[in-house]
């Protein structure tokens, strides 16, 4: 029996096959996948997951494809860091981060999501696939699209990052620039799905790409010695990765695989687009669309698809949501890469604001296991903090001029 039961809608329940579709017919709602969850609980175990492949492809079980995984097989598993310099400054005892800024090939967390995609998109037929893109998942889509053999258009704001326009370059798809803001690009992106038979990862093949989101979870799980945190702290763009490590989780003990699960599930949004955790704040359970002002780019939507099922997942878990400014932004990313020695870009410093904010709150206490998603590599937001670093020192290439610009004696040590 298949692992997949259907595309089911997240509005009315209607079932549609597992196709290249992503909205109800009858009520307009988002499709979902929906598992053979019986079937899947007889092969699955610890064991199993463990003995798999050092990827995200470990837990292919509970991922929307039918074969083996054609793209991206080295994407995920990246490491759960114990954060103990963070968690001192901030006065917590288990803070750890599951840091994407390493992930494969292209140092975001959307190489898991895109590994998923376009696997499924060979197994449906397509040869040209495509995307609406803040960034990250442009440049993961060009990359895997280029080992695969695909032929790609991604399509990008006409604001981004330099090095995130490099980052799709480089791969040699078709990039496309729209003069607008992600919502724009998003609008046009439907259109042309709508008339060209190509695999839009996050639009007619949106069902399958946000599965890969739930790897996340699953990976938190087993590197935490299969027990679920007290806390998450997740970056919030269209809504859609918090709601998949919501799922996720509940998906470990659905199947047995994690005893409990009490995970309060926490968004983190930037002040400049911020529809989502504003709603929450003014206790609404729907959002108001925004026009993005932020310099986290890789967050700016200001139409989000799954906010409802967003401000839905935290009020399940428990959790709460909040903002930061761009100076916070700012300031997150210096703290992290002083701390614990990670570059995250612009949607990790909101990530460590929102954190920092949670605790001085007293959201998140002391003694709380506390894991906070780092979904992104500082490498590709340099312009956000390069004036906000300092300079190098300058010196003449002389033992004196280093001592004395370092005021050092005999013995050494000094400081500039």
């Given at each position: 029996?298949?692992?997949?039961?259907?595309?089911?809608?997240?509005?009315?329940?209607?079932?549609?096959?597992?196709?290249?579709?992503?909205?109800?017919?009858?009520?307009?709602?988002?499709?979902?996948?929906?598992?053979?969850?019986?079937?899947?609980?007889?092969?699955?175990?610890?064991h199993?997951?463990?003995?798999?492949?050092?990827?995200?492809?470990?837990?292919i079980?509970?991922?929307?494809?039918?074969?083996?995984?054609?793209?991206?097989?080295?994407?995920?598993?990246?490491?759960?860091?114990?954060?103990?310099?963070?968690?001192?400054?901030?006065?917590?005892?288990?803070?750890?981060?599951?840091?994407?800024?390493?992930?494969?090939?292209?140092?975001?967390?959307?190489?898991?999501?895109?590994?998923?995609?376009?696997?499924?998109?060979?197994?449906?037929?397509?040869?040209?696939?495509?995307?609406?893109?803040?960034?990250?998942?442009?440049?993961?889509?060009?990359?895997?699209?280029?080992?695969?053999?695909?032929?790609?258009?991604?399509?990008?704001?006409g604001?981004?990052?330099?090095?995130?326009?490099?980052?799709?370059?480089?791969?040699?798809?078709?990039?496309?620039?729209?003069?607008?803001?992600?919502?724009?690009?998003?609008?046009?992106?439907?259109?042309?799905?709508?008339?060209?038979?190509?695999?839009?990862?996050n639009?007619?093949?949106?069902?399958?790409?946000?599965?890969?989101?739930?790897?996340?979870?699953?990976?938190?799980?087993?590197?935490?010695?299969?027990?679920?945190?007290?806390?998450?702290?997740?970056?919030?763009?269209?809504?859609?990765?918090?709601?998949?490590?919501?799922?996720?989780?509940?998906?470990?003990?659905?199947?047995?695989?994690?005893?409990?699960?009490?995970?309060?599930?926490?968004?983190?949004?930037?002040?400049?687009?911020?529809?989502?955790?504003?709603?929450?704040?003014?206790?609404r359970?729907?959002?108001?669309?925004?026009?993005p002002?932020?310099?986290?780019?890789?967050?700016?939507?200001?139409?989000?698809?799954?906010g409802?099922?967003?401000?839905?997942?935290?009020?399940?878990?428990?959790?709460?949501?909040?903002?930061?400014?761009?100076?916070?932004?700012?300031?997150?990313?210096?703290?992290?890469?002083?701390?614990?020695?990670?570059?995250?870009?612009?949607?990790?410093?909101?990530?460590?604001?929102?954190?920092?904010?949670?605790?001085?709150?007293?959201?998140?206490?002391?003694?709380?296991?506390?894991?906070?998603?780092?979904?992104?590599?500082?490498?590709?937001?340099?312009?956000?903090?390069?004036?906000?670093?300092?300079?190098?020192?300058?010196?003449?290439?002389?033992?004196?001029?280093f001592?004395?610009?370092?005021?050092?004696?005999?013995?050494?040590?000094?400081?500039a």
């Open positions: 029996m298949a692992k997949m039961k259907a595309l089911v809608c997240r509005e009315c329940g209607k079932e549609y096959p597992t196709k290249a579709i992503h909205v109800c017919e009858l009520c307009f709602g988002p499709l979902e996948v929906k598992y053979n969850y019986d079937e899947i609980k007889k092969g699955i175990s610890r199993k997951i463990e003995s798999g492949p050092h990827s995200m492809w470990r837990y079980d509970l991922l929307p494809v039918e074969g083996a995984a054609t793209v991206g097989p080295h994407a995920g598993f990246t490491p759960m860091v114990r954060a103990h310099n963070l968690g001192a400054y901030l006065g917590l005892n288990e803070l750890y981060i599951k840091n994407d800024t390493v992930n494969h090939p292209t140092l975001s967390f959307k190489d898991r999501v895109v590994a998923v995609a376009l696997t499924r998109a060979r197994e449906l037929g397509f040869g040209t696939v495509a995307c609406a893109s803040t960034g990250n998942l442009a440049n993961s889509v060009a990359a895997h699209a280029a080992a695969a053999g695909l032929q790609c258009y991604v399509f990008i704001p604001d981004l990052e330099a090095a995130k326009v490099l980052g799709n370059l480089i791969y040699r798809p078709n990039v496309v620039e729209v003069e607008g803001n992600y919502d724009d690009v998003n609008r046009l992106c439907s259109e042309i799905a709508a008339e060209h038979g190509w695999a839009f990862v639009i007619n093949i949106r069902p399958y790409y946000a599965e890969g989101s739930k790897t996340l979870a699953f990976e938190t799980v087993e590197q935490l010695g299969w027990r679920a945190p007290d806390h998450a702290v997740v970056p919030m763009a269209s809504g859609s990765l918090l709601t998949k490590i919501w799922k996720g989780l509940n998906e470990m003990l659905m199947l047995g695989l994690v005893e409990e699960v009490r995970t309060k599930v926490n968004g983190a949004q930037a002040e400049g687009c911020s529809p989502i955790a504003t709603a929450y704040r003014e206790g359970d729907f959002f108001k669309p925004v026009k002002k932020t310099i986290a780019k890789s967050l700016a939507i200001g139409n989000p698809a799954d409802y099922y967003a401000l839905k997942a935290t009020a399940e878990s428990g959790g709460a949501m909040d903002m930061v400014s761009d100076e916070e932004v700012v300031e997150g990313i210096k703290l992290l890469a002083q701390t614990e020695g990670i570059f995250a870009e612009t949607a990790g410093g909101v990530t460590v604001g929102v954190l920092r904010k949670l605790v001085k709150q007293g959201i998140i206490k002391r003694s709380d296991l506390t894991v906070a998603y780092i979904t992104g590599n500082g490498l590709k937001t340099q312009e956000a903090v390069i004036d906000a670093v300092g300079r190098p020192v300058r010196i003449q290439p002389s033992l004196v001029s001592e004395r610009t370092f005021k050092m004696g005999k013995n050494g040590g000094g400081a």
